[in-house]
């Protein structure tokens, strides 16, 4: 009897960005169920998911390999994909970074006591970025003629003798401020995107891998801004006790054995428990429990 031939099972190539972001992103993926690891000199992630198969590649060239359909996806900020002008699907945002959730700025930044208040009066000066193309074609929209030449690196050093100014990234600034510089304009803001190839978004069982994993990584960025609330509380001071609580959608409400008390549970901003919690404890709340999430699907 002839055995069945074996079938490959589908895969979906996956870019995991290395350096700045890859501890961030490992603890991002690993929250939201995926466990990934990977050896302190190897470029190849191994995954709990045998339907994932990962590489680390540098966020500047991830969007370069996901367009040449060398992965099928991948994560990496807009910047660089804006940089690379690169043809591909942009999946979500996921707003986390390094050091913040907020958004990475690129600025343009000069000495404390340069004469230049502004970008045109960068005409003619010579500017020091990793993101050169991107900055080449600002200085263009606003009709100005600049050298921009490519920086390998400690960036902030260079002015004033080998450059007039710079285009760097920053989340705080504290960097720029450390190397006396000061910002005068912002060309960029950038958060961290899911990217796919056009190919690969067009099959539908890659598709809805791709789409299955933006799903939870975007649930467990949200769950890390909110906690869960669960306290009892009796019947008559109900009303009360839910008027203090600012619920995503309406509180869960259940019936206890003491038919004079219920449970209530709640999903709401970590900032605010400290400001309600006191409140709901003096409105007649008790046995309030607070507990942290991992994922949040709205």
């Known amino acids: 009897m002839k055995k069945a031939p074996k079938t490959t099972p589908p895969l979906l190539n996956f870019g995991f960005p290395k350096g700045s972001l890859q501890d961030s992103t490992f603890r991002l993926f690993n929250k939201a169920g995926y466990k990934v690891s990977v050896g302190s000199r190897s470029y190849v992630p191994t995954t709990d998911d045998p339907e994932i198969s990962g590489l680390l590649i540098r966020s500047q060239e991830m969007a370069r390999y996901v367009e040449d359909e060398v ?19 942009e999946v979500c945002e996921l707003k986390y970074s390094k050091q913040t959730n907020r958004p990475i700025r690129w600025v343009v930044a000069v000495p404390n ?18 993101l050169v193309g991107y900055t080449q074609r600002y200085l263009k929209k606003n009709g100005v003629t600049a050298n921009v030449e490519f920086s390998w690196g400690a960036t902030e050093v260079k002015p004033p003798v080998l450059a007039d100014a710079i285009v760097e990234l920053t989340e705080t600034g504290s960097s720029l401020r450390a190397n006396n510089l000061r910002i005068i304009d912002t060309i960029l803001e950038s958060v961290t995107v899911l990217i796919a190839n056009k190919k690969a978004y067009k099959d539908p069982w890659k598709r809805q ?90």
């Open 71 to 89: 992965l099928d996806a991948g994560m990496c900020g807009r910047d660089w994909v804006l940089e690379n002008d690169a043809d591909v699907v």
């Open 113 to 130: 006591d340069s004469p230049i208040k502004n970008i045109k009066q960068l005409k003619g000066k010579r500017i020091a970025t990793e």
């Open 209 to 298: 891998k791709i789409e299955n994993i933006a799903m939870l990584l975007q649930g467990a960025i949200l769950a890390e801004e909110k906690v869960g609330l669960k306290m009892n509380v009796p019947k008559k001071s109900l009303n009360t006790v839910l008027a203090k609580l600012p619920a995503m959608n309406s509180p869960t409400i259940s019936h206890l054995t003491n038919e004079e008390w219920v449970s209530v549970e709640v999903i709401l901003n970590e900032q605010t428990v400290r400001d309600i919690l006191p409140e709901i404890k003096r409105a007649g709340a008790s046995g309030i429990v607070e507990y942290p999430l991992n994922k949040v699907i709205p």
